[in-house]
Every structure is written in structure tokens, then in C-alpha cells.
């Protein structure tokens, strides 16, 4: 309907383009009649649509709010007055009922944005700072519905279950609960389901079996499929929403037609993002500049202090991460083995190595921030990026020391080693939650307080949204390197999430500015959810895997103990399977698809095929989009080189368009009286063959009076009064009004015409008025012998067909110069 009525007014508009004046009322009369019929044909259609798909169609119609608002009550006009023609009770009350729903539907819609968790403070933040703040706390609110479904995962097939069969823990009676545990983990908890201790191996008997083994590993390995294909799904539909590869040679029309952030509504943040973008223009106009003057010598001595810098901040990741690994030896030589014997000293001295982590992920970015003051990157984004790896870097190479330390020696010198795992992960997560709150007091509060008060040139601080994302993913990491050790960690985790985002918030409000250099928000969630993925996700699963496919469980505590490994609980659970008949093709598919090798090799195989087909598609798309570019650019040029050309055209020309524009002038004036001017064209035609009738006999009483007359003398008398003749022709077509002239007038302007623009003729009108002058002389020359008497019937016909010869001359000559213009 919407290409149907696209096409109707691009014919409307292309009908009688030059808009003569004979074709105006006939043209506002068919316009008229074809947009009423149309629009007739509209209604009618749009009538039979149902109320969706009406409103849909209107919608999307190519009109003016205007004019949809009048198709919409021509519709509904229709609609009733048919209704009224055509009335049941069953279709007022379906209408009714149609109507009800539809209306409890918005309702309901409204009330779950109003129950959004977080909605108008989501509103509030992104009017304020813009969509690059608002991305954090986004990314917050998403992270923590993750840990919400993780809780309620692990809580429903896991602890409740146990809780159900076996409410009270197994607590020794030499251990209390002192308070200290809130931030340690250890001693009270240290029993309680929170860890992997605190669940047992056996069997629950009540209204069904119910295998804690089987519950426990399915359940693990359950969520954390789902979160890896969450976190794919999310990553892509991310990059296919809101990443734009664009050209680098477009980046600046980008930044200028679609960068702005139409949330804002705020003043301030307003002019904070016109000088952003302000920024953004001059480093992406610069960059290009900045490397065409650089010279080899400031090449390489940048890429020295890059270097540099690289290797002092790779330094500083692994020299952190020595420090950690040593000092988690220092203080497992501090500590007894059997964790029941711990003192209150002891447990204090546990968080020793949470909190040298926290202040190492606290102050070595700092540090890493003061690289750039040395180094120099072509651009803002570069920086920023560099800025973001060192930092990943830093934390990955920290987990990495960490993981090993307890995959190697944790389990080897403990009992209940997975407890005391999952202890050392609830301290990590605990402490980098009170760092996060101290960051944003001394960092963010004190930051204020001296760029208002002692130091107003520092100026208020920003909000560093790469830092605090990245400090969600690393605490996001630990809860899904924790999700096998401590089941119920993500209920620490959002408590944590919970009350961060309001301290981070009401932080940003009292004490923070916009971001002076903020990216696109788009682009920095994608590469934030990619972050999230790799290597964070990727690094907790290889943990998870690890632990489940090659450490051997703790005999003394959790579902798994007896086992070889956690994975072998599917083994025992497959051979159970063998004594009940009818599960031979569980067992079957158990044996021979998931233990066998070629089975993972040839769906490695088929995948690497897939991606391969993909990889070929995405290249044949980019040299199409290649293709397509260059074809719009030669476009341009063929247009540049037309433009240019019709420019010196009409440079070389200018009589000639001031003689086009008469033409046209006359040409306006034309078809009105075509009629009237075909009747004086014959009038002139008749007066014409009257004044050659008349001449013929004026010759002939004077052949009969024996009174000879010279041609030359006859012929210019009919010539006087073919002009005569003429001239009453050209009166009649002025008083008529009309525009064309007969053939004898037009004859006449074609040798004016002739005369006046011959240099300016072609050379076949040349030619034509050559045939003129030679018809003319010809006439001369048969008129010239004087006195030489002639026969009546052979002096007048032969002055008379030269005169004829001439006019016919002219006449081509004239139709020959409106072909030339």
C-alpha cells in the first residue's frame, strides 16, 4: 500500500513537467480527480484491515501527520456509517471486548516499565551524563540479573533440597559464631551450606530420590553452559544492534550527522557534549595530519616510549602477580592445616591476601594512567584501549597466580580443600566490595573537594567508565570462579551489586562531570560483554573444568568424595543405568557418542566448516560493499564532470539561453488559441491566392488594352501586396490573440531571423537561405528584359512561381531554424 501510493505521487509530480499554462486546469483537474479516487480506493482498503493492521498501515503511510489524521477519520467514518447500515450486537460486543483488551494491554505495559527495577534512575542518569555513564550502570543491572538466576538456580536444586532433608548443619560444638566470620568466611561458615563442605553425598529419600551428586554437577555445569550462551547471544546481538564499522574516511560525517546523544537534558551536560564532540573532530582530523608529519626520528623514538611503557606495565602484572603467589605461601606456612583450629588471630591473618589484591587492583591502574602523560597515540581511542589491556592484563595474570595456587597446593594440603577455596573467594569478594566503597569516597568525594576548593584548576572529577566496568568484571569473575566452591556466593554478589549501584550513583551526582572524551556508548558495550567473555569467562570455565576433569575431590567432605574425579559421578550414574531396562541407548549413546573422540572431531569439524562458510560470506559482503562505494564515488564524479561541463556550456552560450528563454516565452503563449491560429493561417492563405487572382487579371486587361507591362514592374506590385496581405494576416492574429503566424509571416521572420542570426546558423540553415537568395535572383533575372512584350498568359505565372519558390524557400528555411533551436 505504502509503494503503491509512492508511485501515485511520483506520477502526479512527473505529469506536465514544464507546467504550460494550456495544461494547467486539465492537470489540476486530473491531480484532483486521481488523488479523490485513490484516496477512495485507500479507505476502502483500509477498512478491511483489522484495527492492528490499520493502525500499523496508516502508520507507515508517506504522509504528513495532517494528512494521516484525515485518512484515519475518513476510515472511521466509513467504518461507522457501515457499522450503522450493517448493526449486530455480536460485533458491538466483540468490538467492546477487543477494545477492553487492547487497553488492559497498554495499561500493563505501563505498569511493567513502572516496576522496572531502576527505571527512572536509569532515566535520570542518562539525561544527566549522557549514554556513555549510563552504560555502567547498565551493565551493572544486567550483571546483576545474572547472579539472580544464579542464585535461584543453586538455591532451588541444590541447597533447598538439603536444607529440606537435613535442616540443622553439621557444626561442631567447639565453634560459635563470633562476627568475625562476615568478613572472613572462616570459622561458622566454614560448616554451613554456603560452602562445598556443607553438602553431602548420599541420597535424599523422601516423596522421590533425589541424587545430590548428580543434582550438584548438573546443576553447575547447567548454568554455566547457560551463561556462555547468554553471554554469545548477548555479545552478538550487541555488535548487529549497535556496532558500525564504518569507514575510516567517514568517521568525521559520522561524528557530525549521528553522534549526538538525544537523552541529554540537561544544560550542562549539553555543553559538555557539543565540546566532546567538539574534541572527537579535531583528534579524527588530526590523525592523519599527525602521522604524515611525523618524521623517522619521532617515529622511532615513540615507538621507544612505547615500548617502554609496555614492558614497565607488563613488568608491574607479573611482578604483581609473583608477590601474590609468595605471599599466599608465606601465609599457608602461618596457618595449621585443619581450618577448625583456627584462632581468631588466625582467621584475621586470612585477609592478608584479599586485601594486597584489592590495593594492587587499586593502585597499579593509577600508575598505569600515568603513561600516557609519556606516551603519544594517534588518537583518544588508542589510548583509551591500551589504557583497558594493561588493566585486563593486570587482573588476569593476579586470577591466574591465584587459581594455581589453589589447584596446586590449597588441594594438596588440606582436607576439605574446596571449603577453603571457597573461603579465600568470599574474603576476595568481601574486600573488593569495601574498596570499591573507599574508591568512591577518598577517590571520587576527596577528588571533588580539592579540584572546588583547594586546587579549582583540576576542576571537578570525571566518571572513569572503563575502571569501574572493568572492576565489575573482575568481581563478576570471581562469583563464576566461586560458583563450584561456595553454591550461595552469588547471594554476596548481589547484595553487593545491590548497594554498589546506589553508592555509585549518588557518587556520580554529588561529586563527578560527564566525561569530557567519552566513546560511543554502543561500541563500549559490545567491547565490554566481549571483555566479559574473553578471557573472564572463558579463564572461570577453564577453572571449573579443570577442577571437575582433573583434581580429585576431598574424602572427608562434599557430594563428591570417593570419586576419582567430579566428572566420574556421571560414570556411576551411567552403570545404575545399565540395571534398568529399557536405558540400553542412555548407555549406548554415554559409551560410544559423549567418551569417544571422533565424536568431538568431527563436530570440531563441522563448526570449523560453518565458521569458515560464514568467514567467506562476510568477505564476499565486504567486496560487495567495496564495489558499491566505488560505484557511488564514480557516480559523483560522472556528476562532477556533467556539472562542469554544462557550466561551460552555458558560460560560452549566454545569447543563446536569453534566446531559448523567447523561444519558450513564445512557446507558453502557443497552445492557447491553436484553433483560432489554424483559422487565420488559412484566412491569410486565402487573401493570399485572392492577391495572385487579382494580379492575373490586372495583367491580362492589360494585354488586352495592347498596353505591354514589364514584369519587373507587375512582379514588385504583387509583392507589395503579398505583404499587404500579409500584414492584414498578422493583424487578424493579434486581434485573435494567437501566437502562430501564417506561412507568409513565418517566412518573412525566417529571413529576418535569417539575416540577423546567420552567423549564428548552422550550416544547413545556411544553405536554405543560400537557396533564397539564389530562388530570389532567379526571379530578378527572369523579370529583368524590359521591353521585350511577352504572351499575357507566360509574364505574370512566371514572376509568380519565383515568387512562389521564394516563400517556399523561406518557409523550409523557418521550419530548418526551429529544428536548429
Not at 550462551?229 to 557530525?256: G, R, V
Not at 517556399?808 to 528555411?813: D, G, I, M, T, W
Request: charge should be positive; charged fraction near 20%; aromatic fraction near 12%.
Amino acid at each position: 500500500m505504502t509503494m503503491r501510493w509512492r508511485g501515485i505521487t511520483m506520477r502526479r509530480m512527473s505529469m506536465f513537467p514544464n507546467g504550460d499554462p494550456a495544461n494547467v486546469a486539465f492537470t489540476e483537474d486530473a491531480i484532483r480527480n486521481e488523488m479523490e479516487t485513490e484516496e477512495q480506493n485507500l479507505v476502502t482498503e483500509l477498512v478491511a484491515l483489522s484495527t492492528r493492521d490499520r493502525i500499523r498501515a496508516i502508520r507507515n503511510l508517506p504522509m504528513s501527520f495532517d494528512e494521516k489524521k484525515h485518512i484515519r477519520s475518513h476510515v472511521l467514518a466509513f467504518k461507522s456509517s457501515t457499522q450503522s447500515r450493517q448493526f449486530t450486537c455480536f460485533a458491538d460486543c466483540s468490538e467492546n471486548v477487543s477494545l477492553s483488551f487492547r487497553r488492559c494491554g497498554y495499561s500493563m505495559s505501563s505498569a511493567r516499565q513502572t516496576l522496572e527495577l531502576w527505571q527512572g534512575i536509569m532515566k535520570e542518569i542518562g539525561g544527566k551524563f549522557g549514554t556513555s555513564v549510563l552504560i555502567y550502570f547498565v551493565f551493572l543491572k544486567w550483571l546483576l540479573m545474572f547472579n539472580i538466576f544464579s542464585f535461584l538456580v543453586n538455591f532451588g536444586f541444590i541447597t533447598i533440597p538439603l536444607l529440606v532433608y537435613d535442616p540443622s548443619p553439621n557444626i561442631p560444638p567447639n565453634v560459635s559464631f563470633s562476627g568475625l566470620e562476615m568478613l572472613s568466611g572462616a570459622g561458622y561458615f566454614h560448616y554451613t551450606v554456603m560452602y562445598y563442605g556443607g553438602y553431602s553425598n548420599a541420597t535424599l529419600h523422601g516423596l522421590m530420590e533425589y541424587n545430590m551428586q548428580l543434582a550438584y554437577f548438573f546443576t553447575i555445569a547447567v548454568y554455566m553452559v547457560l551463561c556462555g550462551i547468554a553471554l554469545i547471544f548477548s555479545m552478538a546481538s550487541s555488535f548487529k544492534k549497535n556496532n558500525i564499522l564504518a569507514d575510516p574516511t567517514s568517521n568525521s560525517a559520522w561524528q557530525l550527522l549521528c553522534s549526538w546523544d538525544f537523552s541529554i537534558t540537561n544544560e550542562r551536560a549539553v555543553r559538555q557534549r557539543k565540546n566532546n564532540l567538539r574534541i572527537q573532530l579535531k583528534e579524527s582530523l588530526s590523525e592523519k595530519a599527525q602521522r604524515q608529519l611525523l618524521t623517522l626520528s619521532e617515529e622511532l623514538k615513540h615507538f621507544g616510549v612505547d615500548l617502554g611503557s609496555w614492558l614497565l606495565s607488563t613488568g608491574l602484572a607479573v611482578g604483581c602477580g609473583a608477590s601474590i603467589y609468595y605471599l599466599c605461601q608465606y601465609q599457608q606456612q602461618m596457618l595449621p592445616a585443619d581450618a577448625a583450629n583456627w584462632s581468631l588471630l588466625q582467621e584475621a591473618e586470612t585477609l592478608l591476601v584479599p586485601f594486597v589484591v584489592s590495593l594492587m587492583n587499586l593502585v597499579v591502574p593509577l600508575f598505569y594512567s600515568l603513561f600516557n602523560k609519556f606516551e603519544h597515540y594517534s588518537s583518544q581511542r588508542r589510548q583509551i584501549y591500551a589504557l583497558v589491556v594493561r588493566n585486563v592484563f593486570l587482573k588476569i595474570s593476579i586470577l591466574a597466580v591465584l587459581c594455581y595456587y589453589w589447584m596446586n597446593v590449597v588441594a594438596k594440603k588440606y582436607s576439605c580443600w574446596e571449603s577453603i577455596v571457597g573461603e579465600a573467594l568470599y574474603r576476595l569478594v568481601i574486600v573488593d566490595f569495601l574498596f570499591l566503597m573507599l574508591g568512591s569516597f577518598f577517590g571520587e568525594f576527596l577528588s571533588n573537594v580539592i579540584g572546588t576548593r583547594l586546587l579549582p584548576r583540576l576542576g571537578v572529577p570525571e566518571f572513569d567508565v572503563a575502571r569501574n566496568v572493568l572492576e565489575l568484571i573482575y568481581a563478576q569473575t570471581l562469583a563464576w570462579i566461586g560458583i563450584y566452591f561456595s553454591p550461595l556466593l552469588p547471594a554476596i554478589q548481589i547484595l553487593k551489586f545491590f548497594l554498589l549501584f546506589y553508592v555509585k550513583k549518588v557518587s556520580l551526582v554529588q561529586n563527578c562531570q560527564p566525561p569530557r572524551r567519552s566513546g560511543r556508548a554502543a561500541q563500549m558495550q559490545t567491547i565490554f560483554i566481549a571483555l566479559l567473555f574473553f578471557p573472564f569467562f572463558v579463564g572461570a570455565l577453564s577453572v571449573v573444568a579443570y577442577t571437575a576433569w582433573s583434581l580429585t575431590p576431598s574424602e572427608q567432605c562434599g557430594p563428591f568424595r570417593g570419586l576419582n574425579n567430579t566428572f566420574s559421578v556421571v560414570g556411576v550414574w551411567i552403570d545404575d543405568l545399565e540395571k534398568i531396562p529399557g536405558s540400553q541407548s542412555a548407555v549406548w549413546i554415554y559409551e560410544n557418542v559423549i567418551r569417544s573422540e571422533i565424536f568431538y572431531f568431527f563436530i570440531s569439524l563441522i563448526i570449523i566448516v560453518i565458521i569458515f562458510i560464514f568467514w567467506q560470506v562476510t568477505q564476499g559482503r565486504k567486496q560487495l560493499i567495496g564495489l558499491l562505494r566505488q560505484r557511488i564515488v564514480n557516480e559523483g564524479k560522472d556528476k562532477s564532470f556533467l556539472l562542469d561541463k554544462l557550466q561551460n556550456l552555458q558560460k560560452s552560450q549566454p545569447d543563446k539561453k536569453s534566446k531559448q528563454k523567447n523561444q519558450k516565452k513564445h512557446s507558453k503563449r502557443r497552445p492557447d488559441d491553436h484553433s483560432s491560429t489554424g483559422q487565420s493561417n488559412s484566412n491569410a492563405m486565402v487573401q493570399a491566392l485572392l492577391v495572385r487572382q487579382q494580379l492575373e487579371q490586372e495583367e491580362e486587361r492589360c494585354s488586352s488594352g495592347g498596353v505591354p507591362v514589364p514584369s519587373d514592374i507587375s512582379t514588385p506590385s504583387a509583392l507589395m501586396q503579398a505583404m499587404l496581405a500579409r500584414q492584414r494576416a498578422d493583424d487578424q492574429d493579434e486581434d485573435q490573440h494567437s501566437s502562430f503566424s501564417s506561412a507568409f509571416t513565418q517566412a518573412v521572420q525566417a529571413r529576418q531571423r535569417a539575416e540577423e542570426d546567420a552567423r549564428d546558423l548552422p550550416s544547413s540553415v545556411s544553405s536554405v537561405m543560400m537557396q533564397v537568395v539564389q530562388a530570389r535572383e532567379r526571379a530578378e533575372k527572369e523579370d529583368r528584359p524590359p521591353w521585350v512584350p511577352a504572351p499575357p498568359q507566360n509574364s505574370a505565372p512566371a514572376g509568380s512561381s519565383a515568387l512562389i519558390q521564394a516563400m517556399l524557400a523561406r518557409q523550409q528555411a523557418q521550419n530548418e531554424y526551429d529544428d536548429g533551436y
